[in-house]
């Protein structure tokens, strides 16, 4: 058994976990599978497991999934038959009863919140994260309605225009990362009080406009999931070639968002 850590931009994904009729990143990697002949046509490897399901537009540095598969199956082989935008870039051998998604001692998501220093108050927010760390019942920042108790850690840190706020847990609900950025977002910008996260860890359901909505996805990542005892290996090649192209879609991005400044400014000072 082997398991991989795969880096991907998940904007042109419908998320993680396969879909009928759209392009998922678990899609394309057992398409890359398939094409390596690791497994049938319409069939998943032996053992295959991944270690979580982001939502559409959610980004990962360390999506594990690991599956039985010769040694010459390496990330730089799956990566022959993966888009760039999806990067295999370590490994690791694993036991034969090892399970990607049941396994983690610890996952981690990072959230670049774009929040300058005249619009939130840094103390405000962190304030909100550290109430929400510890052991809660979060079924107020979750559509789940099961398994909602969870014991999360976190901090924010300031970097120019960005609040990074770092959270991690052994397990996440869906969407509730995203809900949470949009709960400290609030009390840090005053649109809520302090008060708002006590009454969302409290045991009544909030519904409707006193909810707390999902941030949007793109600014998400899922950076870290660790095992016990597991370590991964860099492969030089594939990292090499993940940076190249990873560094290359931040170029683009930059272009766009110089472009669309422009533009605004054009129409801003038109008269």
């Known amino acids: 058994m082997r398991a991989f850590r795969v880096a991907y931009d998940g904007r042109p994904f419908y998320g993680f976990q396969r879909q009928p009729d759209v392009p998922t990143v678990e899609d394309t990697l057992l398409s ?69 998604r049941h396994d983690p001692e610890r996952r981690e998501y990072t959230y670049d919140l774009y929040a300058p220093t005249d619009s939130v108050d840094d103390e405000r927010a962190r304030d909100a994260l550290s109430a929400l760390c510890g ?19 976190g901090d924010i840190t300031r970097d120019g225009d960005f609040l990074l706020i770092r959270v991690e847990s ?70 090499e070639v993940a940076v190249e192209v990873f560094g290359e879609r931040a170029l683009e991005d930059r272009i766009r968002w110089r472009v669309g400044g422009r533009i605004r400014d054009e129409i801003q000072g038109f008269d």
């Open 32 to 100: 890359a599978c398939r094409k390596l002949d690791l497994c049938e046509t319409d069939e998943i490897p032996e053992g295959y497991a991944a270690s979580g399901r982001t939502d559409a537009g959610v980004s990962a540095l360390a999506q594990t999934v690991a599956f039985e598969c010769p040694e010459w199956c390496t990330p730089r082989a799956l990566n022959s038959e993966l888009p760039g935008t999806v990067r295999v870039w370590a490994s690791a051998d694993v036991p034969d009863d090892f399970h990607a």
């Open 135 to 153: 052991e809660h019942d979060f079924h107020n920042l979750t559509p789940d309605d099961r398994l909602t108790v969870r014991t999360l850690d």
């Open 170 to 239: 052994r397990g996440f609900c869906r969407e509730f990362v995203r809900r949470l950025v949009s709960l400290v977002h609030a009390v840090a910008t005053g649109s809520a009080p302090m008060s708002k996260v006590d009454t969302v860890l409290g045991p009544e359901p909030i519904e409707g406009r006193a909810g707390v909505g999902p941030a949007p996805p793109t600014p998400l990542v899922l950076s870290a999931v660790d095992y016990p005892g597991i370590e991964f290996e860099r492969d030089d090649q594939a990292a």
